[in-house]
């Protein structure tokens, strides 16, 4: 079964640095989307992402965030500077078409900001 | 304002038992439901879809309320695989034209051998 891939499972990183999560859809997919979950807390919309352009994003997505599709494979989230407040699972998903059926979650890169 | 709310439990069910979780919804213009599952730590999967109708996969059953705004899930004869926690998730179209889901904070059940 296709599956997204994110990489890195784990992250820590100093607060203030910059990090880089990385995500590899499912190679027929159109529609990407960044959620988070911070621990113990619902899964919540980052942003989305279609046609090489931030189709949507929430409060959340703030100056510090951005995302990419550099290649025709992946798709990446950066941080800019760490805060404390952005440890949490960040979770891409694909899907093939406008419709929030077959979203497919990658397993989630955990990040921890100390 | 909470958008997705529901009962965060736990329910801790004895094996074979039926259990039922409800969820509410705040913005009646939203488009689709679902059920999803999420294990310790893990990624949400898709358990099913909720229909007006309703609908069935196996052991479960959604129904869905638009008058009420009202979503149900009912699993039957339940098993320990089934322990982990189940989020109501609404699909809702944005001003302009985009698509997001919201996900309600979840309902915990742990089955008991």
């Known amino acids: 079964e296709p599956e997204v891939t994110q990489t890195p499972s784990h992250q820590v990183t100093q607060m203030g640095q910059e990090v880089i999560l990385r995500c590899v859809p499912i190679?027929?997919?159109?529609?990407f989307y960044w959620y988070r979950q911070i621990l113990g807390q619902k899964v919540e919309f980052l942003v989305s992402f279609y046609n090489n352009e931030i189709s949507e994003k929430s409060e959340i997505f703030d100056d510090q965030f951005s995302v990419e599709r550099p290649d025709g494979s992946n798709f990446t989230l950066k941080i800019r500077s760490t805060k404390l407040e952005d440890s949490a699972m960040y979770f891409c998903?694909?899907?093939?078409?406008?419709?929030?059926?077959?979203?497919?979650f990658g397993s989630g890169t955990r990040l921890t900001v100390v | 304002r909470k958008e997705v709310e529901q009962d965060p439990g736990p329910f801790n069910v004895p094996e074979g038992a039926t259990v039922a979780f409800n969820c509410t919804y705040s913005?009646?213009?939203?488009?689709?439901f679902f059920w999803y599952r999420q294990d310790c730590r893990k990624e949400p999967k898709l358990l099913m879809s909720v229909y007006s109708s309703g609908n069935e996969d196996g052991r479960f059953t959604a129904q869905l309320n638009r008058a009420s705004q009202y979503i149900s899930l009912l699993i039957r004869d339940s098993k320990l695989s089934d322990s982990a926690t189940y989020l109501c998730?609404?699909?809702?179209?944005?001003?302009?034209?985009?698509?997001?889901?919201?996900f309600g904070t979840g309902t915990r059940l742990t089955i008991i051998p």
């Open positions: 998903a694909s899907s093939e078409t406008w419709t929030g059926h077959g979203y497919t």
């Open positions: 190679s027929n997919h159109l529609y």
């Open positions: 998730v609404v699909r809702e179209i944005s001003n302009f034209g985009n698509e997001k889901l919201t």
């Open positions: 913005n009646s213009a939203s488009q689709s």
